[in-house]
T-cell receptor
Framework: DTGVSQNPRHKITKRGQNVTFRCDPISEHNRLYWYRQTLGQGPEFLTY????????KSRLLSDRFSAERPKGSFSTLEIQRTEQGDSAMYLCASSSRLAGASKYEQYFGPGTRLTVT | AQSVSQHNHHVILSEAASLELGCNYSYGGTVNLFWYVQYPGQHLQLLLKYFSGDPLVKGIKGFEAEFIKSKFSFNLRKPSVQWSDTAEYFC??????????FGKGTHLIIQP
């Protein structure tokens, strides 16, 4: 059973640069989520896809952030013109296409740690 | 908007002690409740979940949690902790939205 994978695991970038992260969900899962986690905090929801459709976006997702899931499989999260405040762990999760409450059972990847210098 | 409050940010216990971690949420409708655990150097793992039915749910590694609707609580318990339970524990709720709302976490240290 392959879990959720994320690449890269670590990214160091200079302020003002663009970065892109990739998430590969569990293969049979059609729901995909992005979260951000800063030190001492729990994960904060950013956005959610069902198949290729982006159905929900948090107001945390500023216009510098964009997420895509073009074929309903892997997803990318891009941050343009990075700021030091963007430094965080970016987590991806997926959940299954089952009906009922089980579709809310999310499985997390290892995360991408972003450091903006 | 929903929110989750975890009362203890740092807990230190000795092995074999009993554990109870508090979690309260604010949301007036139907909720799904979760506890996740993050062991050192590992990613978030689902410990247990409550969707409906019996309010006392059992998870992996001897953990259990009780949903008390009138108190908006979902406390995590374990009768006898082990050194390997040292980890960060997060309570999360999902109600009216697809994303999870997490608490700030409780850092649990078990001393041998």
């Amino acid at each position: 059973d392959t879990g959720v994978s994320q690449n890269p695991r670590h990214k160091i970038t200079k302020r003002g640069q663009n970065v892109t992260f990739r998430c590969d969900p569990i293969s049979e899962h059609n729901r995909l989520y992005w979260y951000r986690q800063t030190l001492g905090q729990g994960p904060e929801f950013l956005t959610y896809f069902q198949n290729e459709a982006q159905l929900e976006k948090s107001r945390l997702l500023s216009d510098r952030f964009s997420a895509e899931r073009p074929k309903g499989s892997f997803s990318t999260l891009e941050i343009q013109r990075t700021e030091q405040g963007d430094s965080a762990m970016y987590l991806c999760a997926s959940s299954s296409r089952l009906a009922g409450a089980s579709k809310y059972e999310q499985y997390f990847g290892p995360g991408t740690r972003l450091t903006v210098t | 908007a929903q929110s989750v409050s975890q009362h203890n940010h740092h807990v230190i216990l000795s092995e074999a002690a009993s554990l109870e971690l508090g979690c309260n949420y604010s949301y007036g409708g139907t909720v799904n409740l979760f506890w996740y655990v993050q062991y050192p150097g590992q990613h978030l793992q689902l410990l247990l979940k409550y969707f409906s039915g019996d309010p006392l749910v059992k998870g992996i590694k001897g953990f259990e949690a009780e949903f008390i609707k009138s108190k908006f609580s979902f406390n995590l318990r374990k009768p006898s902790v082990q050194w390997s339970d040292t980890a960060e524990y997060f309570c999360a709720v999902n109600g009216g939205a697809d994303g999870l709302t997490f608490g700030k976490g409780t850092h649990l240290i078990i001393q041998p």
